[in-house]
């Protein structure tokens, strides 16, 4: 059965997309077997590679030998065809892929590896896995959707194809794909190849949800400190009296319960990355120490009169409006001014409406392929009502509203009624237009009024606009300038 996949514009326009066969066991007839299905494909470029397996090879060896092979036919899927032993070499690709940004997807291809072998694949990364009978159109569909999350999905594997320094040791993991193709989102990740070779502090902001922690772990795993952990810390999920010795440690009866001593998680992280999420939640002592650490590299656990020293790169992050939390106090400006070497602000779902359906289309592969379950994509209809949500709870609500609909499913398609969401009150696209405008222009009118203390002529003036249309702007908006005048204002100038 043929199966023609859309052209994909990787690399240059129109071209043929590439996909590697890597058949590390030449010895069976699965390598040819699955050439002969991908070829079917006409607008896909086969790159039939035949290795063999040596137990004597070591795995900086395959690491080398896969980085070659992948610098040159650069693919946008790789199918490993591998003997008995899966994990080796498969673990030794996601080495040497490592120094790619993004990844391509791996899939493992065996008749003789155990299925306990091939889901320990997928937890190592692979984005899925193959065994026989081969179904030709079951591949091909697999196929198209590893593809739609690459080319069609235009990732960072257009925008940041630089690689890192060869000479870096990278032993953990594959780093979470960050997948968007808005302007909005490849601004704030086009800088990270840079950001990670750095060792300077960074602090990543953005609302709950947007993926502040998969950010930080990407700048950490392509970095040269990759080889080393990255230890992540929720500042808000600790009561404020513990939180400092959780970061510091502590010494045995530096205070009441201290029954041992703890070396704390600046010590656990040393040579590799600590990550502060919920900043605004760390205590101003605590900030304080925080402070003389980043500058000095020096610290002194609770109870303890040595001074001990470590080497680890801070990332931050917060949800909460940086400059509110500056004049509250709820941040120390120095430490602001620290922290903030690099900046980093993801944007919230809302306003990279685009990048809804090639996320929605991630999710979905990866879960379908999780459970082997035959849902291959969304109705219209469903994919209307993604994007028209407002997504609060940003990619992290998204990723879950997914996963419920195809773990759920019982049918190829997801369609509204699967999807967990607020039923939304049809209304035509002008209707959407004009919500929309008198949503922008409520917040615009708003932002006038605190601007200028509630005070109608003096915010007309600023918009350039009539007193009189300003008032009666206001009063359509039903909103009151009385809730935005200080204490005690007496209206004068009005």
Known sequence: M????PRRECGSAMKPTNVLLLDLNPACDLGPKLRGILESSSDINIHHQKESVKTSDTNSRWADAMTRIVSIVKPAVIFVVSPGNVLRPVASLFESLNRWLPRPPVVPVSDTG???ELMEAIKQGADDFITPPLD????????QKLLDQTCGGETLAHNLQARLDEKSSLRENHAKPLIGRSESFLAA???LPNIAISDDTVLISGETGTGKEVCARFIHKVSPRAASGFVPVNCGAFPEHLLESELFGHERGAFTGAVASNIGLIREAEGGTLFLDELDSLPLPAQSKLLRFLQEKEYRPVGSTRTRIADVRVIAATNINLNEALQQGRIRRDLY????????NLPPLRERTEDIRVLAAHFLARTANKLRKHVNGFSSDALLKLCLYDWPGNVRELESV???????????LIRTHDLSLPELSPKSYQER??????EWERREVIALLVAHDGNVCRAAASAMMDPRVMRERIRKLGIDPDDYRPKGYDGSNE
């Open 2 to 5: 043929s199966f023609n996949a």
């Open 136 to 143: 030709p159109v079951e591949i091909h569909l697999r196929l």
């Open 433 to 438: 237009k004009d919500d929309f405008v008198r």
């Open 114 to 116: 155990s299925r306990d």
């Open 337 to 344: 001014y620290r922290l903030t070497t690099f900046e980093v």
């Open 402 to 412: 997914v996963t419920r609909a195809v773990t759920l499913s019982e049918q190829a």
């Open 189 to 191: 990740v086009r800088k």
